[in-house]
């Protein structure tokens, strides 16, 4: 379940037409309110959730295995996009392919390395979101200082 605030992505488009400096700063604050959901992410990546998930592995001709937790970890990343393109102007994505099928693998459809996945660590989407949606109060409201902070140092510049 995400959060929304309204009016968000565009509100920091005109920021970087108005002050490019202070949208940088906002991202870059952005990214510090949402490091808990990651750090607690790192932390808790396994070692080998499936021994056959060690093995290399290709379809299409993209590897998408062997998982491995250094991956996984280094996999994840924080993406700031005010695109009209992207959905949310704040997300934290998993970049490394066994570790993004570790996460969603039977969440569409069953199969058996879902089945296994779902014995040993649990169903889909088994790391990330449930981190995620128990920091996201917090997260919400840090980013709700920091958009009125934004807002208080906008509307100060523009009154002198």
Do not use: C
């Amino acid at each position: 379940m995400a959060q929304q605030i309204t009016g968000l992505k565009e509100a920091l488009r005109d920021l970087k037409k108005i002050d490019v400096d202070l949208q940088k700063e906002f991202r870059k604050n952005a990214k510090q309110a949402v490091s808990p959901i990651i750090d607690e992410a790192k932390a808790r990546y396994p070692d080998a959730p499936l021994s056959g998930m060690n093995r290399r592995w290709s379809q299409n001709g993209r590897q998408l295995f062997p998982y491995t937790r250094a991956k996984a970890v280094r996999g994840l990343s924080f993406r700031f996009s005010t695109s009209g393109r992207t959905r949310s102007v704040i997300a934290v994505i998993q970049k490394d392919p066994a570790a993004a099928i570790f996460e969603v693998a039977g969440r569409r459809d069953p199969n058996p390395l879902a089945d296994s996945l779902d014995d040993r660590v649990g169903r889909a989407s088994r790391l990330l979101w449930p981190i995620a949606e128990r920091r996201l109060p917090d997260v919400t409201r840090e980013i709700m200082k920091l958009v009125q902070n934004v807002e208080a140092r906008t509307n100060r510049s523009l009154a002198k």
